[in-house]
């Protein structure tokens, strides 16, 4: 399992994503999560995987084999971020139509999910989230993120708090936070973390960086986090028992009046 969240805002897009795989307390590796394609002042497109590891493996490694190959379509020459998400969705149909049914025979169900996001020039920054069949749907502003993996522990954050508008930096605080909850919750998401930035229009990765357990900054998040939350949990109101409506009297008449069939309600003889 893993757990990878990207942000298409105003300002550009967000990419984080863990680098754990977990198959059990006794065999937990570390794999890459994040793969980025890249010509300065061209294009730069991100993708995450998450689900089983050789067919996120196979898919990656049939993109990049295309890209080598030099010829056909491939992520380095595709005229929109459209067309990338439909070479993404063709390739790993293609790992599907080798593997699927081989998968099947042992047990093993064709599990995927990817997101694509980046910016060729010409056109607006863009993301998509990929399903295992191949097709694909597209961030908007409404909705500027998506999830992959292990995603409902660090879900309550990012939709409290992400919009469109809202700004690069605050973005990366929000992924980290909302990593954090899930690293806090299920032993299947782990560091090390990959981050990456890209703003609007520059056509290049603005910032990348791993994020491994002596990150100060990270530690800062996790701790600063915890302890607004355990101050603002103490500065809420406690019950006020006596304006709650419904009272501990009936509440026992309620259940009485609930009572099974052939049960005898309070006061019946």
Not at 109 to 138: C, V
Not at 233 to 240: C, E, K, Q, R, V
Request: charged share 25%; with cysteine.
């Amino acid at each position: 399992m893993t757990y990878c969240v990207a942000m298409r805002l105003d300002a550009g897009l967000v990419f984080l994503s863990d680098s754990r795989t977990y198959a059990g307390v006794d065999h937990i590796n570390t794999f890459r999560k994040m793969h980025f394609f890249e010509r300065h002042g061209e294009r730069v497109l991100v993708l995450m995987t998450a689900g089983n590891l050789s067919i996120s493996q196979s898919v990656v490694n049939t993109l990049r084999e295309r890209i080598e190959s030099g010829g056909g379509r491939n992520l380095c020459n595709v005229p929109t971020m459209f067309e990338a998400a439909k070479h993404v969705g063709d390739c790993l149909r293609e790992v599907h139509a080798r593997d699927a049914e081989s998968l099947k025979e042992f047990g093993v169900d064709f599990s995927a999910g990817l997101l694509l996001g980046g910016q060729i020039r010409g056109e607006e920054p863009r993301l998509f989230q990929l399903y295992a069949a191949g097709n694909f749907t597209e961030a908007t502003q409404e909705t500027p993120y998506f999830q992959i993996g292990e995603s409902k522990y660090g879900k309550p954050i990012i939709v409290r708090i992400v919009t469109h508008a809202t700004s690069l930096d605050e973005a990366v605080k929000c992924a980290l936070v909302s990593m954090d909850s899930s690293i806090r919750s299920n032993l299947s998401v782990g560091l090390p973390l990959d981050l990456l930035v890209y703003q609007r229009d520059a056509l290049r990765v603005g910032h990348y960086c791993v994020i491994r357990e002596d990150n100060a900054y990270f530690a800062l998040i996790r701790k600063l986090w915890s302890q607004r939350l355990r101050e603002a949990f103490g500065a809420l109101p406690d019950p006020d028992w006596e304006n709650i409506q419904l009272t501990a009297e009936a509440l026992r008449q309620n259940t009485c009046l609930s009572a099974p069939r052939g049960e005898k309600r309070e006061g019946e003889s």
